[in-house]
Every structure is written in C-alpha cells, then in structure tokens.
C-alpha cells in the first residue's frame, strides 16, 4: 500500500478528557509509526478517551492494528481507552477472529460512539 493514513479531528459534543479523529486512507506498514506519533502528540496530557472514527479508512494491515494497541496501552496508562468506530467489515472480521474486539470498546458508527461516551461517567 502507498496511500497514507490521514488523521482529521472530528468535531462532536463531547466530555474535555475525550478526543474524537477520524483515519482517512490506507494504514499499513509504510505509514504506521507516523500515525502513532500524531496520535500520541494529538492526545497528549489533557485526555484520557480516544473516539478513532474508521469509517473513512479503507484498508489497515497488522501494523496498523498493532499502533491502535500502543495506543490503546497509552491511554489504558491513563485510566482511560480507545473506542473505535464505524470498522469496515473486512476490519470487523479480523478483530472478531483475533479477539481484539475485546480489546477496545466498538462501536458500529460515530454517533452511537459518542451516546456511548457522553453516557459513561466522567473522571473522578
């Protein structure tokens, strides 16, 4: 894959400690360590919640899948998680087989995300 991975803030009506992006594009190895670093940079002290809408992304290999976990084990550190949204189902297929669908809370487009999130308990 050759087509980059684009992160785009998503604006929605959530909680301060809650961070909403979209991925746009092709999340592979050839562009996996750039996402993590705009993700890490993106969240960095202020919030403890990520909300990734992946409706837009179009394909994401292991590597990929593999930063979505150091990101999800980023903000874990914090108390907090990663909620995905809108996975594609070829996306949704692999994280039911591998189990990774347990490891993040999933949600099947963004406005059910956000419900979600504005319905959680804020911190402490």
């Known amino acids: ?38 993700l890490t940079a993106a969240v960095g002290e202020g919030h403890r919640e990520l909300l990734l809408d992946l409706s837009p992304l179009n394909f994401c290999d292991s590597t990929g ?6 990101v999800r084990r980023l903000l874990q550190e914090r108390d907090g998680g990663v909620t995905l949204a809108g996975l594609n189902s070829r996306l949704a297929r692999i994280f ?7 490891a993040f809370t999933v949600e099947p487009d963004l406005a059910e995300a956000v419900g979600a999130l504005n319905a959680r308990p804020g911190p402490e």
């Open 96 to 102: 039911r087989t591998t189990g990774l669908i347990h």
């Open 1 to 38: 894959m050759t087509a980059a991975v684009v992160v785009t803030p998503v604006p929605a009506h959530v909680p301060d400690h809650v961070l909403v992006m979209a991925l746009h594009g092709a999340l592979d190895y050839t562009n996996a360590d750039r996402l993590r670093e705009e």
């Open 65 to 70: 899948i593999r930063i979505l976990l150091s």
